[in-house]
T-cell receptor, first 112, second 109 residues
Framework: DGGITQSPKYLFRKEGQNVTLSCEQNLNHDAMYWYRQDPGQGLRLIYY???????QKGDIAEGYSVSREKKESFPLTVTSAQKNPTAFYLC???????????FGPGTRLTVL | SQKIEQNSEALNIQEGKTATLTCNYTNYSPAYLQWYRQDPGRGPVFLLL?????KEKRKERLKVTFDTTLKQSLFHITASQPADSATYLC????????FGQGTTLQVKP
């Protein structure tokens, strides 16, 4: 089955701890994205990558970091510098020749 | 700043009626607009894309329009069913996608 997976579905962390969210795709897509979704707000872009070993900041990159060592994988680290990390995090991918994005099922992060 | 705005109030309609959702964009001119469906606790799923030179696009019971004069896209679901109940997101491109906050549709039997 081709698709994009995120793990875990729910994640709880104590304030001050870094946490890494996983995103894997087997669609052979070059571009990958991380979004954050808060209640009543649209998806906001955190980071994106259009090619392996390269990535760019989105609109709300502060307090987050990413890596793109493999085409299939684009993990997101939420650092202790992120002031309000509790949110629903969505990963997406896109083929270079296409316009639509394919989303994963999301990870709900709660910081206690 | 570039914005995509959708009606944040939920839309409640009766089964069988046509649902119409609105998407307005400001401070830029997207080359295309996309519509996604999102169910609670899940990732969005792509539905339709309409380009700025297309007035209308259809897919089964779905219809999307793009009015560059009004800076608006309308998303219609005809013969709506309870299974159509979800949040619908509009997104416009600027090199990357800008998403609206979504409109929740509730179709009552």
């Amino acid at each position: 089955d081709g698709g994009i997976t995120q793990s875990p579905k729910y994640l709880f962390r104590k304030e001050g701890q870094n946490v890494t969210l996983s995103c894997e795709q087997n669609l052979n897509h070059d571009a990958m994205y991380w979004y954050r979704q808060d209640p009543g707000q649209g998806l906001r872009l955190i980071y994106y990558s259009q090619i392996v070993n390269d990535f760019q900041k989105g609109d709300i990159a502060e307090g987050y970091s990413v890596s793109r060592e493999k085409k299939e994988s684009f993990p997101l680290t939420v650092t202790s510098a992120q002031k309000n990390p509790t949110a629903f995090y969505l990963c997406a991918s896109k083929g270079l020749a296409a316009d639509e994005q394919f989303f994963g099922p999301g990870t709900r992060l709660t910081v206690l | 700043s570039q914005k995509i705005e959708q009606n944040s109030e939920a839309l409640n309609i009766q089964e069988g009626k046509t649902a119409t959702l609105t998407c307005n964009y400001t401070n830029y001119s997207p080359a295309y607009l996309q519509w996604y469906r999102q169910d609670p606790g899940r990732g969005p799923v792509f539905l339709l894309l309409i380009r700025e030179n297309e007035k209308e696009k259809r897919k089964e019971r779905l219809k999307v329009t793009f009015d560059t004069t009004l800076k608006q896209s309308l998303f219609h679901i005809t013969a709506s069913q309870p299974a159509d109940s979800a949040t619908y997101l509009c997104a416009g491109n600027t090199g990357k996608l800008i998403f609206g906050q979504g409109t929740t549709l509730q179709v009552k039997p």
